[in-house]
């Protein structure tokens, strides 16, 4: 599966969690292909969360993600149940205005309450696109990849120098270097790769030809 020419979305409940579902795979295809980064909720309700929005930006900028590529709003977190229609609104202007071929969200692994919304209203937004589904692992629960995307010992680095762009989340052990690299080994001894990120599959759309 080549990403090749295409436009690819990467959507995400909260700043960081792109990053940590798929930085490495952002790292490996954004010279490649246009990479939009969409993140739903700034955080900024929250005072012990002031600094995230600026560490999202060093973030992107450090997987080079484009300037003009990256978004991050301001729905309300632990509350976007509440904004379900807004939401699905919001992300159906996306789709008319960019034209995705391809769209990357939360698992449906993943329990936390805003993941669970933006995957739901992210099937409805990009009907007849190819979706599918990243792992954020502190809200996980029995995720099992069945996409497992090759990535190089230079986009795991990246991955890892992403997160640490989040200085506030420095203690959390899901920012942990040892960890990060683990899971991409580990899933790319599922590949037998070296490393590899990996995603559950919602659909695929293609043409053999």
């Keep these: 599966m080549k990403f090749i020419g295409k436009k690819v979305f990467f959507i995400g409940a909260h700043p960081d969690d792109i990053e940590l579902g798929c930085g490495a795979l952002i790292s490996n295809i954004v010279n490649d292909v246009e990479v939009f980064c969409i993140t739903l909720s700034d955080n900024q309700k929250n005072p012990l969360l002031k600094n995230v929005v600026n560490e999202f930006t060093e973030s992107m900028h450090s997987l080079g993600v484009k300037k003009d590529h990256r978004f991050i709003e301001s729905f309300e977190t632990r509350r976007f149940k509440h904004d379900r229609q807004e939401i699905l609104e919001y992300l159906l202007a996306l789709n008319r205005k960019y034209q995705p071929d391809t769209v990357f969200v939360h698992t449906d692994a993943d329990l936390h309450q805003d993941h669970q919304t933006v995957t739901q209203e992210s099937l409805r937004a990009f009907r007849g696109i190819s979706l599918f589904g990243y ?21 795991v680095e990246s991955k890892i120098k992403a997160l640490a762009c989040y200085q506030t989340y420095k203690d959390k052990y899901y920012f942990s270097p040892e960890l990060t690299r683990a899971i991409l080994i580990r899933n790319g001894a599922l590949a037998e790769r070296k490393y590899a990120e990996g995603f559950n599959i919602f659909r695929i759309i293609s043409a053999i030809k």
């Design 135 to 155: 792992d954020v692992i502190r809200s996980s629960h029995g995720f099992s990849p069945k996409l497992l995307i090759e990535v190089s010992e230079s986009n």
